[in-house]
C-alpha cells in the first residue's frame, strides 16, 4: 500500500513571516495519518520553515540542488547543505528549470544520484508541452525523461525516488488535466519503472500529479489508482491548501 504524498512548491514566493504564518496554520489544520506532507521552499525561509514544523509530521522540501559536493559555483546549494538542514525532499527538473536555467535529463540524473547518496528523495519531474500532447509524441517523450533521469540508479535506492508528472500547459494555467489523462501518463510511468526494475519494485514507487491542483480537484485525481499525491505550486500558497492534503487521507 503506497502513502500519499502531497508536496507544496513555494517556487519564488514568500517572506519569512509569511512563510511562518501559513506553516502555523497548516500544522493546526491538517489532519492526516497516512499522508505524507512537505513544502519544497525557497532557500532564505528553509530555516525558520526548519524550525516551524519541528516536531510535527509536516517535512521540509528543496526545490533545487547542485549535483556536486562542493566547489566554486556562485548562486548554488549542495546536498550536504541541504542535508545539514534536515531536508527530506528535493524537487529536480521541475519544468521552470529546464525552460528557464536548461536544465538537461542528464543534469538531473545526476542530482537524482547525488541526493541517493546524502539520503535525501529526489522529486523528478516529467512532462510534455501542448504541442507534443497534440502531435502525440508525449508518451515516448515521456518515456526517455524517466529513463534518462533513472539511468544507472540502484535498484537498492529507487524506492526513494517520487516521480511527477507535470503537463507543462496545466502548470499555472488553471487548466488541469482531467483525472484520466493524468492517470494514463502516471500509469505509464509506472509501467516504464517495471521495463527497469520489474514489476513488483515499479508498485512501490510513488508518482505524483502536478498541474493546477486545487481543493476542487483534488480529491478525484487522489481517486485514480496510479496517482499517489500531488505535487502543487500555486494553491499551496493559500490556507485552503489544508484542503488539497486532507483529501489525500479520504
Known sequence: MRRKIVIGNWKMNMTRMEAKNLLTLVKESVN??????????????????????????IMLGSQNVHSEPRGAYTGEISVEMLKDLEVKYCL????????????????????????????????VCVGETITQREQ?????????????????????????????????????????????EAEEVCSFIRYIVAEIYG?????NIRILYGGS?????????????NIDGALVGGASLKPTFVEVINAAEE
Open 213 to 225: 491542483v486545487n481543493e476542487n480537484n483534488a480529491k478525484e485525481l487522489f481517486s485514480m489508482p
Open 92 to 123: 529536480v527538473g521541475h519544468s521552470e528549470r529546464r525552460k528557464y536555467f536548461l536544465e538537461t535529463d542528464e543534469t538531473v540524473n545526476k542530482k537524482v544520484k547525488a541526493l541517493l547518496e546524502a539520503n535525501i528523495k529526489p522529486v
Open 199 to 203: 514489476v513488483s519494485i515499479s508498485q
Open 32 to 57: 492526516v495519518s497516512q499522508t505524507d506532507i512537505a513544502f519544497a521552499v525557497p532557500y532564505t525561509v528553509m530555516e525558520t520553515v526548519q524550525k516551524v514544523l519541528a516536531e510535527s509530521n
Open 136 to 180: 502525440g509524441i508525449h508518451l515516448e517523450l515521456i518515456r526517455t525523461q524517466v529513463k534518462k533521469a533513472l539511468a544507472d540508479v540502484d535498484i537498492m535506492h529507487i524506492e526513494d525516488v517520487i516521480i511527477a508528472y507535470e503537463p507543462l500547459w496545466a502548470i499555472g494555467t488553471g487548466v488541469t488535466a482531467t483525472s484520466d
